[in-house]
């Protein structure tokens, strides 16, 4: 059930960021062609390719979570043994889900601030950005939890790498 759960998130989440990058790639050309052949420029567009750049990191980042597959130096834990391998791993975990927790809660006060400031061009409030930020670490946060729970199963000797290739899909 988990595991289907975690599959239609990160299809939905694949989408979004392809929707995003093609939508971006689009304005920012339409953008230059403008400004290189016309002389002439859309106030609106870096507003749009801002908050398309802010949705792309963190959706991408949650995405990379799920993934297992965000940036880390492990060559020493490595060296571990395989039962402190997982201690160490699951202590990742926990300290990445504590900083997220940090900024969420940081992104949910500038949400609330940033709900009467809109941007320039398109009258969009500038909370938009700030719940990019809330939703990839909410997202972040839950894929790590799911990471701590495969850690800790390996901790006692259950194999976990039906569920691993199947997350990694």
Same mark, same amino acid.
């Given at each position: ?6 599959? *239609?998130?990160?299809?939905?989440? !694949? $989408? $979004?960021?392809?929707?995003? =990058?093609?939508?971006?790639? /689009? ?26 750049? /802010? &949705? ?9 979570? =799920? ?7 492990? &060559?020493?834990? !490595?060296?571990?043994?395989?039962? @402190? ?8 975990? +926990?300290?990445? $889900?504590? &900083? #997220? ?11 609330? %601030? ?8 398109? *009258? ?8 990019? $930020? +809330? #939703?990839?670490? /909410? #997202? ?6 799911? !990471? ?8 006692? @000797? *259950? ?9 990694? %899909?």
């Amino acid at each position: 059930m988990l595991l289907k759960v975690l599959d *239609k998130i990160k299809l939905l989440l !694949r $989408i $979004i960021s392809c929707v995003m =990058i093609c939508a971006l790639t /689009v304005i920012v050309t339409m953008q230059v062609i403008n400004r290189n052949f016309f002389d002439h420029s859309f106030t609106w567009v870096e507003e749009v390719a801002g908050m398309a750049m /802010v &949705f792309v990191t963190f959706l991408g980042a949650a995405m990379a979570t =799920i993934n297992n597959s965000n940036t880390r130096i492990d &060559f020493f834990i !490595r060296l571990l043994p395989k039962k @402190g391998t997982y201690v160490f791993e699951m202590l990742d975990d +926990l300290i990445c $889900i504590g &900083f #997220l927790a940090v900024v969420c809660q940081l992104a949910t006060g500038l949400m609330e %601030k940033n709900m009467t400031i809109f941007t320039p061009a398109l *009258k969009l409030p500038m909370a938009i950005n700030y719940f990019a $930020i +809330l #939703l990839g670490s /909410v #997202l972040m946060i839950l894929f790590y939890l799911v !990471r701590l729970y495969m850690d800790s199963q390996r901790l006692f @000797g *259950k194999n976990m790498d039906a569920m691993e290739e199947e997350m990694n %899909k």
